[in-house]
């Protein structure tokens, strides 16, 4: 199933002389060399692909226009340094980990240098980050068991979890056009809702607007139409992963979704981390994907050894909340909730095999967010509606103020990262967003 087996970029020993990337507890080490788009800031020029390491960014355009790299690396590095992706995404895995292998050498201790790579750094904190890829299509998945359950026992107490959770990774086809990158502002949505008691609908503002702690699956090289792709090769179609918010209006939701899903309620914004931390840097934290033996097991399309071998990944995730009033007051923001990837009910690699099976043919830079990532456990609750019980429980911030939703003005960071014995902790950067009025 995987093709990115544990190797010299992976090794806990290196170092890199860009001195910041060798900070205790930092999201980009040597060991991580995730993929992004940027430009200086407020320049409005054209973005190019770069790589993160510490508090800088290594522009691969200009280290590609100087011959530092060679073979299959010097033609993936041409990609990397685009204003989008998604060439990079097509090359597939081999190409994939001779450009890393490179950038590895590049940028660690001891590279054999003439003092040139220190001239394509530039500090992140000169840089805005755009939109990795390209995005021809989004979906959105429902695949944590917890936050289906806390969800469903909301409305339906006695029987919270549908029929066909259990069998299935549930998905919608979500808007792609509406996807901004960290840092996006965006205004509060308006919709049909139906007060309660009344007879008739209104249309309004969203009162109801809540957050999804997520992470985004971005597809390297793509399947025919009609062509489905097997579970033990589907990590040859998978580039990354990012953190990924998909906003609710759950009061327009309500009102909406029967019969055909989310429309408005879903599809005015999403936010993604900026930086594609890739498949082959989390190859150490990959972990056995199980199922309890009491539950119905997958179909055969979906049930593979090497899934069942290796087949989660151990992703730690956080969200935070900051109001206006903790920005006034320098405060910082609060702690909601935290979680791990490796709850979820369905892997990575069944959701893009379903997503394919019945012959969708998935493109360079698709975006697939695994849905709202909760554990088993109160505080790892991975979105407002859960933490809240629909509003009933308001959350204390320790501000001196409490939500049960979003409010104008409150901004919400998705953090996440992957640590273990032996091997590097690397991040994911931020996520973060700010919840605007709504327009008159």
């Known amino acids: 199933m995987t093709v990115h087996e544990i190797n010299e970029t992976h090794s806990l020993a290196l170092r890199s002389w860009v001195a910041s990337a060798n900070a205790d507890g930092g999201d980009f080490p040597i060991q991580n060399l995730p993929h992004g788009v940027f430009r200086a800031r407020g320049s409005g020029d054209a973005f190019r692909g770069g790589v993160a390491i510490g508090d800088q960014v290594l522009d691969l355009a200009a280290a590609h226009a100087a011959g530092a790299f060679s073979g299959e690396a010097a033609v993936a590095a041409a990609h990397a340094g685009a204003a989008q992706l998604n060439g990079l995404l097509a090359l597939g895995p081999r190409a994939w980990r001779a450009l890393r292998l490179s950038l590895s050498r590049i940028l660690r201790e001891g590279a054999q240098d003439d003092g040139r790579a220190a001239r394509w750094l530039i500090a992140q904190r000169e840089l805005e980050m755009g939109v990795p890829a390209r995005i021809g299509d989004y979906t959105d998945m429902y695949t944590s068991v917890y936050h289906a359950t806390n969800i469903g026992r909301l409305f339906r107490p006695d029987n919270p979890l549908m029929p066909n959770f259990k069998w299935l990774p549930i998905g919608y086809h979500g808007r792609a056009s509406s996807i901004g990158v960290s840092g996006q502002n965006f205004n509060r949505p308006r919709g049909q809702v139906l007060p309660p008691g009344a007879e008739a609908p209104v249309f309004t503002e969203c009162k109801r607007l809540a957050y999804a702690l997520e992470l985004g699956i971005w597809i390297g090289p793509g399947n025919a139409p009609g062509a489905p792709i097997a579970l033990d090769s589907v990590e040859q179609h998978i580039f990354g992963m990012c953190l990924l918010n998909d906003w609710s ?133 991975a979105a407002l509606i859960e933490i809240t019980a629909g509003g009933k429980k308001p959350v204390a911030l320790g501000s001196g103020e409490s939500r049960t939703f979003l409010e104008d003005g409150d901004t919400v960071i998705l953090r996440g990262w992957c640590e273990k014995p032996g091997y590097a902790r690397i991040g994911f950067g931020e996520c973060r967003a700010t919840v605007l009025p709504s327009p008159a």
């Open 249 to 381: 209006a759950r009061d327009i939701q309500a009102w909406e979704y029967q019969p055909l899903g989310p429309f408005l309620a879903k599809n005015f914004a999403t936010t993604i981390s900026p930086w594609i931390v890739t498949l082959e840097a989390l190859a150490p934290y990959r972990m056995q994907w199980t199922r309890a033996a009491t539950d119905p097991q997958p179909l055969p399309y979906l049930e593979s050894a090497a899934n069942r071998a290796r087949g989660a990944i151990d992703i730690t995730i956080e969200s935070w909340i900051e109001t206006t009033r903790m920005r006034q007051a320098a405060s910082g923001p609060a702690r909601l909730s935290h979680s791990s990837f490796r709850h979820s009910y369905w892997s990575m690699g069944q959701m893009v095999a379903h997503h394919a099976s019945g012959g969708c043919n998935l493109q360079p830079g698709d975006l697939i967010g695994t849905g709202t990532q909760s554990g088993p456990t109160e505080s790892e609750a």
